[in-house]
């Protein structure tokens, strides 16, 4: 439909410089400004301008922009100031104190509508004409899914929408109907078992690490081996850090026996008016990616998920929604005492599994209970994500899963599937498979249909039950 950004994968592995945003803008002068409180110690992907004096952002003197999207929100000076906000994190809905369901829910909606207006150039009067389709990860829950169908169709305006999953749509977007399938994303990994075109919801975990935490370990790595710079690197609280340690990590970051050095250009950004930079030779490059099989190794982030208390929908489900595991972030040793006021209430919650990734795609193909299938799925293992193309990945879990069955099991071979596409695109790809499959099917959600039958919840949204069970049918059950 228009123009797309280029893949950083394509760059050069040197060029992990970046540039800082600027934030003058010198089209147009902006009539309104939005006021919105910051909170640096909230991890709350817009910017949105916040003048600290009280005064009029944009005024005659300074001239900024209201909000900034995507890779270039990541890279603001600090200096500037902003509010960045990440309305998706780990899997879910950012929502906490500081971060309201309202808002979450105006920030998605705003950068939808930036995406489809800037990048794909569909103006809101044509998009009446469109058809959208949602491919999301098996971590949201019900009323999460409900809200994002409401964002598409009352509010971006499309006429009809579908739901499907992603690691269904990951299936298919490689050419295959059954599989197991390993989303390994940038906060979350996923790992959920595909047959003849249906995901089984029962073989469904969802791990609370990806490449991200990778990113961070290999910062934490360098730093105990005293070979990264004297610069003040700080990936939580500077993102234009976390890009450029994922740039080094996508670069020479490796699974491979013995160890494994590289020399690089590490940037500082401390200045905003210079960028620093210094050579250097970083070692035990192969340690960070290990961290997916043993997930002790990343470093414990700074800021978890808060309580998930607002998630009580007791609309009726197609499978049994998992306990919550509270030992992952809880505040007995893990120094996560920041939650321990927050008001906690029964939840029914998608459970996070904090094990080695080797260990999950055993687990998730022996639940299955078919020894047939288990074959099938055990040669047919697809790796999907950002961080499935870490080279010496696929070879190692071959190795490693298949002396993980048990003895008693009688397989007696474990395959990595090759990809026909580049790993991040092949959900979208089987997305519009799925589309097509869906066009002459009584599978589409209309705007009309959604708006007028729906029933108001909490936030004041509607929804209606028998549409969203029927999108959430489409997930588990496209044949």
């Not at 592995?13 to 009539?31: G, L, M, Y």
């Not at 210079?274 to 035990?284: I, N």
């Not at 099989?293 to 607002?310: G, H, I």
């Not at 490693?400 to 003895?407: F, H, Q, Y």
Request: proline content about 6%.
């Amino acid at each position: 439909m228009g123009c797309v950004d280029a893949l950083s994968s394509q760059q050069s592995k040197d060029d992990s410089k970046f540039t800082w945003t600027d934030v003058t803008d010198r089209s147009i002068k902006s009539s309104t400004s939005s006021e919105r409180p910051v909170d640096k110690d909230a991890d709350v992907d817009t910017l949105q301008r916040s003048s600290p004096d009280g005064t009029d952002p944009d005024s005659e003197e300074n001239m900024y922009k209201e909000m900034i999207f995507g890779e270039d929100a990541l890279k603001i000076p600090p200096s500037e100031s902003y509010c960045l906000s990440h309305p998706i994190r780990r899997g879910h809905f950012n929502i906490s104190q500081d971060y309201s369901l309202n808002q979450v829910l105006e920030d998605l909606r705003t950068i939808w509508n930036w995406i489809l207006t800037e990048k794909l150039h569909i103006n809101p009067r044509d998009r009446h004409l469109y058809s959208a389709i949602l491919v999301l990860g098996e971590t949201f829950d019900n009323r999460e899914i409900k809200e994002m169908l409401s964002i598409v169709l009352c509010d971006l305006g499309f006429t009809t929408a579908v739901v499907h999953q992603e690691a269904l749509a990951a299936a298919f977007g490689n050419g295959l109907s059954t599989a197991c399938v390993v989303n390994i994303g940038a906060q979350v990994t996923q790992v959920v078992c595909v047959e003849d075109g249906v995901a089984l919801p029962h073989t469904a975990l969802a791990l609370p690490y990806g490449g991200d935490d990778i990113s961070r370990c290999l910062l934490w790595v360098q730093r105990c081996h005293r070979t990264w710079p004297n610069f003040q690197t700080d990936p939580v609280n500077k993102p234009i850090d976390m890009l450029m340690l994922n740039k080094i990590k996508e670069s020479y970051s490796q699974i491979k026996s013995g160890s494994f050095d590289a020399v690089t250009l590490v940037h500082s950004y401390e200045h905003e008016k210079s960028v620093g930079h210094q050579k250097t030779k970083l070692s035990a490059l192969n340690v960070p990616p290990m961290g997916l099989l043993y997930p002790r190794v990343l470093v414990p982030e700074e800021y978890p998920p808060p309580p998930r208390s607002w998630f009580q929908d007791y609309d009726d489900m197609l499978e049994d929604p998992w306990q919550t595991n509270d030992s992952l972030y809880s505040s007995g040793n893990g120094g996560f005492g920041m939650w321990d006021s927050y008001p906690m209430f029964p939840t029914r919650l998608k459970k996070f599994d904090n094990i080695g990734l080797v260990e999950a795609i055993v687990s998730s193909i022996l639940s299955t209970g078919r020894i047939d299938l288990q074959r099938k799925l055990f040669c047919s293992i697809q790796l999907v994500g950002g961080t499935a193309s870490t080279a010496g990945l696929a070879p190692v879990l071959e190795q490693r899963v298949l002396n993980t069955i048990p003895s008693n099991q009688p397989i007696e071979k474990a395959e990595v599937l090759q990809l026909r596409s580049y790993p991040l695109f092949v959900p979208w790809k089987g997305g519009v498979i799925l589309g097509v499959l869906d066009i002459g099917r009584d599978a589409w959600i209309h705007r009309e249909d959604w708006a007028k039958n729906g029933v108001h919840i909490g936030s004041g949204r509607k929804y209606k039950d028998s549409y969203f069970l029927q999108a959430q049918a489409m997930c588990y059950y496209n044949t």
